[in-house]
Every structure is written in C-alpha cells, then in structure tokens.
T-cell receptor
C-alpha cells in the first residue's frame, strides 16, 4: 500500500529559528494534508494541497507540494513556543478518504 | 474543542477482554472514521462509515468491528484484547466522505491492555 515517509523524526530549535519537515513517497500522492498534534492532544487539520507545485501560506507556515506530487514540505519561519508539537503529513487516499499518515516530526522549541 | 466526542477517555482492561469505544461526530457530519495511534505503528486508518454504511476499510483486525448507528454515533468494538492493542484510538468526523472535506479528530480514547 501507499507509504509516506517523513523526516526528520525530531527537530529541536531555538525560538526564532526556522523549521522544515519533509514528506516523501515513492508513488504519486493523491492529495497531501498536514496536521498538527500538540503533546497530549489530537491531530488538528492544517491544510490540504491538491495541485502539483502548489504553495500555500498560513501566516508563518508555508506548505509546498512537489511538481511530481511525490513530496511535500512544511516550513515554519521564526518558530515560537506555541509551535511545539508533532507535525504529520498524510496522503488522502484518492477516491476513498483513507488517510495514510507519515510518522510525524516532533518539534520542540527552546524559549 | 473539535466537536467530536469520544468516551471513555481512558480504559484499562485485561488481555482477552472486550471493550467498546463510543464516538459522537460533530453536529451535521455524516462520515465517521476510526484511527489507531501507537508508538510503533503511528497513526493508522482503521475504518470509515458514511451515513450508516461502511465506506472504506484499512488495517483493522478481524477481532475489531465497528458500526455507525442511525443517529450517526459510532462504536468501535475490540475483542480478545492483546497487549499490543494498547493504543490511543481516535474517532474523527467530516461532513462528506471525500478528501475535499476537513476531518475533525476527537480527543481519543486511551486503551491500556494489561
């Protein structure tokens, strides 16, 4: 089945530094979704990317979908302590809405 | 608060037992999903229901079953429990069944099998 690889597994940054997590697949992704899960919390939908090469921004967060729809990235500019959590990418699964999640990147921010 | 309600929040049970996890979707949402989150497997899709009908199936064990009732709430039944079933079980809901709809996750039910 579809496998989504996500790197890095962990990232520790100083507040104010940038952060990027990458999502890769050996096969073409349907649509890519990004979620954030705070420690002890539940996944919260951030965004969905649909088109090849798509770039979307949400304040300090920039999401990109690769031209071949085999990779995606989430970049956070000038991290804040409120950005702490695990960021997951997920392939939306085509005609059936079966999210295939990457293993996530745990971001910790030192104030 | 996502609007998705799950009970119980925590559950400890013994191997071989059976438990039922309950989920109430957001008001107006017709689609319900169940996911399992564990340290080794990560977040895994189990099953999806839409308006009472099974829509999609993932890595759900035969010992597990689910249903969605006419009032749209859903239950996940886990039987013959094993230690490896210990995990966080999320219910999620969305208005429709396709990827154009935002999925909202509940806070999860922590299951510990001892």
């Amino acid at each position: 089945g579809q496998q989504v690889m996500q790197i890095p597994q962990y990232q520790h940054v100083q507040e104010g530094e940038d952060f990027t997590t990458y999502c890769n697949s050996s096969t073409t992704l349907s649509n890519i979704q990004w979620y954030k899960q705070r420690p002890g919390g539940h996944p919260v939908f951030l965004i969905q990317l649909v088109k090849s090469g798509e770039v979307k921004k949400q304040k300090r967060l920039t999401f990109q979908f690769g031209e071949a729809k085999k990779n995606s990235s989430l970049h956070i500019t000038a991290t804040q302590t409120t950005d702490v959590g695990t960021y997951f990418c997920a392939d939306s699964g085509g005609s059936n809405y079966k999210l295939t999640f990457g293993k996530g990147t745990l971001l910790t921010v030192n104030p | 608060d996502s609007g998705v309600t799950q009970t119980p929040k925590h559950l400890i049970t013994a191997t071989g037992q059976r438990v039922t996890l309950r989920c109430s979707p957001r008001s107006g949402d017709l689609s319900v999903y169940w996911y399992q989150q564990s340290l080794d497997q990560g977040l895994q899709f189990l099953i999806q229901y839409y308006n009472g009908e099974e829509r999609a199936k993932g890595n759900i064990l035969e010992r597990f079953s689910a249903q969605q009732f006419p009032d749209l709430h859903s239950e996940l039944n886990l039987s013959s429990l094993e230690l490896g079933d210990s995990a966080l079980y999320f219910c999620a809901s969305s208005v429709g069944w396709s990827s154009g709809n935002t999925i909202y996750f509940g806070e999860g039910s922590w299951l510990t099998v001892v």
